[in-house]
């Protein structure tokens, strides 16, 4: 188990780790002491297979070098700026400039929501938002890659220009990969992430159970969704 105060090796240099910002079962992601602009990302392994610690390995280092020679994926996507020499994680960069989406969503109890939406935030700068979201999704989508996962609690809006960056990046695919997992946040998920065909009706209907999407299938248009 990592904690707040514990050390990290990151090209063969000690860091300590600060705060804890969050995380979840996947994972903890900390400040980094001396590093303000930076965070840490801990993935949970215990329960990891060797195979699949290898794997995951692989992907962030697939995610690293995608960063390395791709501006445009760097300017809306948290890559890895480089991976832990002895934790399966990375260090990114901290969007400190940025908000998370949620707070444009989520109306204050107690709130008049009238009052809330035409004064808090202006119609300019949540068309702004939208504008700035589609063409950060049409870039990743441009570049070969599927988010995954996308959800407000994994986009960020820079607080004065608008401009989008997606966090959590872990679970970014190529396109091309034939990965059928389910990954997602419950509520934001396609419906042909989480829900098997229906065979029994694809019969009954006289359809080709072949034509009707598999559980899990990762594409741009279940991004989109």
């Known amino acids: 188990m990592v904690n707040e105060g514990n050390k990290v090796l990151i090209n063969g240099k000690e860091y300590t780790l600060g705060t804890r910002l969050g995380g979840g079962l996947e994972g903890s992601i900390f400040n980094v002491e001396g590093l303000p602009n930076h965070v840490i990302k801990i993935i949970n392994d215990t329960k990891m297979s060797k195979l699949q ?88 989508h441009l570049s070969g890659l599927v988010f995954t996962d996308l959800s407000p609690n994994n986009i960020m809006v820079h607080k004065t220009q608008n401009q989008i960056v997606f966090i959590d990046t872990d679970n970014t695919r190529n396109r091309m990969d034939s990965y059928l997992g389910v990954l997602g946040t419950p509520g934001y998920m396609a419906p042909e992430i989480y829900r098997k065909p229906d065979l029994n009706l694809a019969k009954s209907c006289g359809i080709d159970p072949k034509i009707l999407s598999n559980c899990g299938r990762i594409t741009p248009e279940s991004d989109i969704f």
């Open 53 to 140: 610690r290898n794997e995951t390995y692989n992907h962030l280092k697939w995610l690293y070098n995608l960063g390395s020679r791709n501006k445009e994926i760097r300017q809306v996507l948290t890559v890895p700026k480089a991976l832990l020499d002895d934790q399966l994680g990375y260090i990114m960069l901290k969007a400190s400039e940025h908000d998370n989406l949620e707070k444009y969503l989520e109306v204050p109890d107690m709130t008049d929501f009238d009052e809330w939406y035409k004064k808090k935030y202006t119609l300019k700068k949540r068309y702004q938002i939208i504008v700035n979201l589609f063409n950060s999704l049409r870039t990743l």
